[in-house]
């Protein structure tokens, strides 16, 4: 159970701003909202995280609402080398895990000249 | 280098060959986790380990598997008398503690032919 729903997939044209939804509505306080990224045939790459104020960083920002049930990712002009699954994480302590990811699907964003 | 390095990036074995799977870590980093992706599959968690210790270790898929982690740094997955079930990029992320954004090296492809 992966805590979250992101749509399967999502089309942006390059240099547009590309805005990756995601609802997290059973979010306890104290769980971060993690998102991670995989370009195909490559390891997942971490993208940005946040508990509930919005972030950003030079990768992307993360905009929370103030009930915390959901989330957007925004890349703010989005190229051709964002298109990768997107995955948005709710990311608790667990005695036996550590921090582990809970991977769920994902949402596949492709962007198109 | 910097990230965290896997070997080897792929490997093909014969059906009933034991395997080892090496991880070393960002230098310093504590936690230490395993996934492994199976084509057209998302990431499932197999293993974490804090320092040298996995608090537990259900998440290896069967007996076959198993893990350690030497001087708080590299670790080994081993498979023995490997199945062609366990083709998957096998994947290692490390994170600083344990509830920091975690790292993850490009993986391990094994083919199990």
């Known amino acids: 159970d992966a805590k979250t729903t992101q749509p399967p997939s999502m089309d942006c044209a390059e240099g547009r701003a590309a805005n990756l939804p995601c609802n997290h509505s059973?979010?306890?306080?104290?769980?971060?909202v993690y998102w991670y990224r995989q370009i195909h045939s490559q390891g997942p790459q971490y993208i940005i995280h946040?508990?509930?104020n919005n972030e950003t960083n030079e990768m992307a920002s993360l905009i929370i609402t103030e009930d915390r049930k959901s989330s957007t990712l925004i890349l703010p002009h989005a190229t051709l080398r964002d298109t990768a699954v997107y995955y948005c994480i709710v990311r608790a302590s667990n005695s036996n895990s550590g921090y582990a990811l809970n991977f769920g699907k994902g949402t596949s964003l492709l962007v198109t000249p | 280098g910097a990230g965290v390095s896997q070997s080897p990036s792929n490997k093909v074995t014969e059906k009933g060959k034991d395997v080892e799977l090496r991880c070393d870590p960002i230098s310093g980093h504590t936690a230490l986790y395993w996934y492994r992706q199976s084509l057209g599959q998302g990431l499932e968690f197999l293993i974490y380990f804090q320092g040298n210790s996995a608090p537990d270790k259900s998440g290896l898929p069967s007996d076959r598997f198993s893990a350690e982690r030497t001087g708080g740094s590299v670790s080994t997955l081993t498979i023995q008398r490997t199945q062609q079930e366990d083709s998957a990029v096998y994947l290692c992320?490390?994170?600083?503690?344990?509830?920091?954004?975690?790292?993850f090296g490009q993986g391990t492809r094994l083919t199990v032919v």
């Open positions: 059973t979010i306890s306080g104290n769980e971060y």
């Open positions: 992320a490390s994170s600083l503690v344990d509830y920091t954004e975690a790292f």
């Open positions: 946040g508990l509930k």
